[in-house]
């Protein structure tokens, strides 16, 4: 193999697929990433067994061939070099780099060994824009629940319908909804549950750059197409609960109040909750047109502040996590938000006051 291409490109390659190469002892070979030459371009593809990464990077091919070396210091390596051409020549499994003033072997394994990442038969597609995708996974992954002994709920439910994709996560004590229009319409109704971990990598690789996304799936795997970087992963198996009993369905108390006013109270309060505890009472008073938010610990003092508020209903008191109460506020992309109660013990629900499809519903902490 010899191939030559610019020192940008190739770190740019390396830094989208050697992200996902593991430190693994029992396969050293997954510590490493495959260089492919061939067709006038060069490969790069990493995997740890449950995603796989593949990148192409225009290039002068000059004899194809293949090898795999380690990916991070290659990686690092290369991202040290400056902005010029790189020569990249096998030699009797050692990859051999050099450019104007630099000349460096690194010890590579023969591709026959490297693991190979399946390709996706897709049987389902859609397209989304980018930004939208990442604004979506971004708003509900930090509901998954990293819990391999609730594999369904360890990931990010894609579920389509019609001519919109919903992404939804849930760890039990708070759940994430996500709707997200389309220009065309999906080819029928189907949903999957993307492994939380995948989204993670999704979420890092996706960049401005990026105008559109393609998502195609089978039953078993999902490949993610984002520019010249492909995402291959398994599919977790399993039925996604069925999320939409727990969305109380009306409210006896619904109060909007201004969003970066409300963030900023309960982030004062948070200061002053128990250790280990994080409970915060939100505490509404309808006829004032008031919401209350109070936290209390012994060891630091207590925190009492009074905002005001649009309330329809009644009076009402809530105890919420002020860790997942803030996830939620954080992710609601308008001015205002709506906080809907219906008894300290039933969910709370949390929208945007506008036309942004989110949901958020958090369960109360009981006192």
Avoid: W
């Avoid at 391999?148 to 039990?172: H, M, N, Q």
């Avoid at 207590?302 to 005001?308: K, L, N, P």
């Avoid at 308008?334 to 109660?341: A, F, P, T």
């Amino acid at each position: 193999m010899r191939v030559i291409c610019t020192q940008e490109n190739l770190a740019r390659g390396l830094q989208m697929v050697s992200h996902i190469a593991s430190k693994n002892v029992s396969l050293p070979i997954l510590n490493n990433v495959l260089l492919k030459a061939e067709k006038g371009a060069l490969r790069l593809l990493a995997t740890n067994l449950e995603i796989g990464a593949e990148c192409s990077i225009r290039g002068k091919v000059e004899r194809e061939g293949a090898i795999s070396v380690q990916a991070r210091v290659l990686h690092d390596y290369i991202n040290l070099l400056p902005r010029e051409n790189v020569t990249l020549e096998v030699r009797e499994d050692n990859l051999t780099i050099s450019c104007s003033n630099a000349k460096t072997s690194m010890k590579g394994l023969g591709a026959s060994e490297f693991p190979l990442i399946p390709v996706v038969e897709a049987k389902q597609d859609f397209r989304i824009p980018a930004t939208e995708l990442k604004t979506a996974l971004t708003s509900v992954s930090l509901a998954v629940a990293y819990d391999e002994t609730r594999p369904e709920i360890s990931g990010v439910l894609f579920k389509l319908e019609g001519e919109a994709v919903t992404f939804v996560a849930t760890d039990s004590y708070r759940l994430a909804e996500k709707k997200v229009p389309l220009e065309k319409q999906s080819a029928g109704n189907y949903s999957l549950i993307v492994p939380g971990r995948t989204v993670q990598e999704v979420m890092r690789v996706l960049s401005d750059g990026t105008e559109e996304v393609e998502i195609q799936s089978n039953e078993n795997q999902i490949l993610f197409s984002i520019g010249e970087l492909k995402l291959t992963s398994r599919i977790v198996e399993g039925q996604y609960p069925d999320y939409q009993q727990i969305i109380p369905q009306e409210s006896r108390t619904r109060v909007r109040v201004p969003l970066t006013e409300f963030t900023n109270t309960v982030r004062r309060a948070s200061l002053f909750c128990k250790q280990g505890g994080n409970d915060i009472i939100l505490k509404v008073d309808a006829k004032a047109g008031k919401i209350t938010v109070t936290a209390a610990n012994l060891q630091v003092g207590e925190s009492e502040a009074h905002q005001d508020a649009a309330v329809e209903g009644e009076d009402n008191t809530i105890v919420f996590n002020y860790r997942f109460l803030l996830d939620g506020l954080q992710n609601i992309q308008s001015e205002e938000c709506i906080l809907e109660i219906t008894t300290s013990t039933s969910p709370g629900v949390i929208r945007p006051a506008g036309k942004e499809q989110y949901l958020y519903i958090i369960m109360p902490i009981k006192q």
